[in-house]
């Protein structure tokens, strides 16, 4: 039958030893076996010869009666011990248990858990995270029993084990509590980072380390520091704790008190503590004030870092305390003289001065006229000419330019500018230089359905409209024979200041043909003009280079004389003119017309109605006449 543990232990140390086992072999007597009854003293044969023999036989008894006695003793104390640990309430494995270093050796620590147990401990179980360990022969530690022997027949203990019972424990009861615990950074993780709570390993997100993100938590590390327990779950073995909430409880009752202090409009002294895109933070003596860049100076500051450095100590002027948030606004620019109070003396309408260009937009460029004082030039006040184009293409940033003041407006703080109006306009200056009639040369810009456009001096244009580009032909058909690029000549017919327009004809070089040609034929008179053409429906004639048509049915009086083919080409012939169209350029030419014209003259001059004469009389008179 097996024995318990601690029967065990006290069988091995209630056994007596080596030389107390003399004269009884090497017989283990059982804790449940019968004993032989030992009470009566051995039989020892004497010799009667000798009294010698008597008395070493007396001495024998006597030794063999205290070996007897001694393993009586042995027996009953073995007994009382084998009870005793019967009756002893062992520890339960997995259980913290009180024990005292007996021994360090090897790196471990030999510890005394009592009921007759010992067990060995990694001393590196002993330090905290970044230290040494501090252990010493004697001391009393706490570990975690779990197991009560092992091959070596030693307790299996752990010190870290036991350290994170205990602070679980301690752990939750603060979290209850909503106390703070302390802890040390000892790691860095995926997210965050790793704490030492005194045993338990808590898991602190980045976002938790601080108020403002930590570049570099090296200085952290290893450093005793409190701690706020977000959350925790001792079945899973999870907490979750924040640096942040400590700082930030401590920086609201310091900044509660600060901000106390503080009024708007004060000037204080700060320190610059961080710089963004959109200002800097100061610190005013333990709460941090925004100092926006648009209060940083009464110029434009495009970044902050341009006039303020890390570090550097500034005055600043309180602007507005927002009690509830405790946020703090922060000027500079409100402890400077205000340019804006001289700008209606300096800078009078109309006037023209000299800026520096400070910010490009879509819609225009910002000038700076001095340091605080800006204005917008309109896009559509860059450039006379240029139209639709983006302003980084008539001016760069930080070009010197002149500019004229347009207009003030004191209480929006802003002052339109004009660039063009530095400069004449440039059709007024082409009118004076090119008036009506002048001669140009220019290159085709661009071609549209309704003419060509020219450019000219000054950086303008000016347009031939289709019905000025040739005499002969169809607008539509002579734009044809125009490129982009090409270098063409015109004439100026008309300059529009007020519309910048400048109109220009082609056709106009040579002069006007049709006016040059029927420049003393009127309606009515008489011309000679030579057959060029002989169609169905008429004749073509020619005069002066202008040709006309003239229609099958204006060619006799007669009827029967309404031939064309009774001309030929190179026939001059007399023609009444019907109609001068200096539009169409074109001639109304008619022999009928004119034959009657003839009849009705020589009617008026030799014969009347009444006369009783017939008109072939007259016509002969007339004939005779013209003979002499």
Known sequence: MSLCYPARVATRQTMPQDEDRAGVGNHRPSLFCECRDQSRSPQVRTSPQTGGDNRSARKTIRKGNRRHMAQNASMEEFEALLN?????????????VKGKVIAIEAGQAIIDVGYKMEGRVDLKEFANPGEAPDLSVGDEVEVFLRSAENARG????????????????????????????????????????????????????????????????????????????????????????????????????????????????????????????????????????????????????????????????????VIKINKDTHRISLGMKQLQEDPWDLVAAKYPLESVHMGRVTNITDYGAFVELEPGVEGLVHVSEMSWTKKNVHPGKIVSTSQEVEVMVLEIDGAKRRVSLGLKQTMRNPWEVFAETHPEGTEVEG???????FGLFVGLDGDIDGMVHLSDLSWDERGEDAIQNYRKGDMVQAVVTEVDVEKERISLSIKALGGDKFADAVGGVKRGSIITVQVTAIEDGGIEVEYEGMKSFIRRSDLSRDRAEQRPERFSVGDKV???????????????????????????????????????ASLGDILGAALKSGDN
């Open 574 to 612: 007399d023609v009444r003119v019907t109609n001068v169209d200096s539009k169409t350029r074109r001639l109304g030419l008619s022999i009928k017309a004119r034959e009657i014209a003839e009849e009705k003259e020589a009617v008026e001059q030799y014969g009347s109605s009444d006369s009783g």
């Open 84 to 96: 005793e640990s019967l009756e002893m309430d062992t520890p339960d494995e997995g259980s913290v």
């Open 154 to 317: 030693e307790a299996v203990i752990s010190r870290e084990m036991a350290r994170r019972e205990e602070a679980w424990d301690r752990l939750e009861k603060a979290y209850a509590d909503d106390a703070r615990v302390e802890g040390a950074i000892f790691g860095r993780v995926k997210g965050g980072f790793t704490v030492d709570l005194g045993g338990a390993v808590a898991f602190l997100p980045g976002s938790q380390v601080d108020v403002r993100p930590v570049r570099d938590a090296g200085p952290l590390m290893g450093l005793k520091q409190p701690f706020q327990i977000l959350k925790m779950d001792r079945r899973r073995g999870n907490i979750v704790v924040s640096r942040r909430a400590i700082l930030e409880e401590s920086r609201a009752e310091q900044r509660a008190e600060v901000i106390g202090n503080l009024t708007e409009g004060q000037a204080v002294d700060g320190v610059v503590k961080n710089i963004t895109e959109y200002g800097a933070f100061v610190d005013l003596g333990g709460v941090d004030g925004l100092l926006h860049v648009t209060d940083m100076a009464w110029r434009r500051v495009n970044h902050p870092s341009e006039i303020l450095s890390i570090g550097e100590t500034v005055k600043v002027q």
């Open 443 to 449: 290159e085709v810009k661009n071609i549209t359905e």
